[in-house]
């Protein structure tokens, strides 16, 4: 169930240089997180805790979160999804590059570790990737990529030049690129940093929550319509490709 691997990912949340507080929108867990979850929050691991008895979709509860974290005057917003496991250096990483590059607004970790490759199913104790992922060396910061929204850390003037993530979007799909997209067309850049690494296990929060093959679709259409994006869309736009139900594919660069 969902909570093997949101306890996992809290506890994968690292810094050795900047304090870090823990919010959750506990979204609809359909097992017993909520109550290890109020657990932590008991214990202090946890410093605000929202719980829903049903999912409201990804963006509301994006959405919410980063109002509460900015009300509460957060200087950075890292917002995480409950299946992927952080490098213990990974936050600073991301911090250290964000405050150097003024024109990057929005950035996220690598994709996933080097040791695992591509997003995995967990099939061992999570105390086991974790230390492999430890272990893994940090790349070097070499060429960047396109954001992978599965993690991603911005601050307050994102919010001010963006503003918050479409709730027009329902359930999950399509609000991340709808996003990336938006910060594109507004002249600030988005990237993945290379020496920021991280280990997804398959979209797991998807694809055990629930969320119909229907919102793929309809989110897909809603997203094309609100973009007037066709098939000369990555003209406009580069590293973008649309096809009318296929996800957008995005190019290695923003």
Not at 103 to 118: A, E, F, H, K, M
């Amino acid at each position: 169930g969902n909570r093997r691997y949101a306890l996992a990912a809290i506890e994968s949340i690292n810094s050795f240089k900047h304090d870090t507080f823990i919010y959750i929108i506990d979204n609809g867990s359909y097992d017993d997180a909520t109550h290890h979850l109020r657990a932590l929050y008991d214990q202090g691991k946890i410093h605000y805790l929202e719980t829903h008895s049903e999912a409201m979709g990804v963006a509301p509860a994006w959405n919410r979160g980063i109002r509460v974290a900015l009300e509460q005057g957060m200087d950075y917003v890292m917002v995480m999804n409950s299946d992927l496991l952080l490098h213990k250096d990974a936050i600073d990483e991301m911090i250290e590059f964000y405050e150097s590059n003024p024109s990057i607004i929005l950035v996220t970790p690598w994709r996933n570790s080097p040791t695992y490759g591509s997003a995995i199913t967990a099939n061992k104790p999570f105390s086991e990737y974790q230390d492999q992922l430890n272990n893994d060396p940090m790349p070097e910061l070499i060429e960047l990529g396109e954001p992978n929204l599965a993690c991603f850390m911005f601050t307050g003037e994102c919010i001010e030049e963006i503003g918050l993530f479409d709730e027009n979007f329902r359930g999950a799909y399509f609000e991340d690129n709808d996003y990336h997209w938006r910060i594109i067309k507004s002249g600030f850049g988005a990237c993945c940093v290379s020496s920021s690494i991280q280990l997804h296990f398959g979209s797991r929060s998807i694809k055990e929550g629930g969320y119909a093959n229907s919102n793929f679709h309809n989110n897909g259409r809603y997203f094309m319509n609100k973009h007037q994006a066709n098939s000369t869309a990555h003209t406009a736009c580069p590293g973008w490709t649309s096809l009318l139900g296929t996800r957008l594919r995005k190019g290695h660069i923003a």
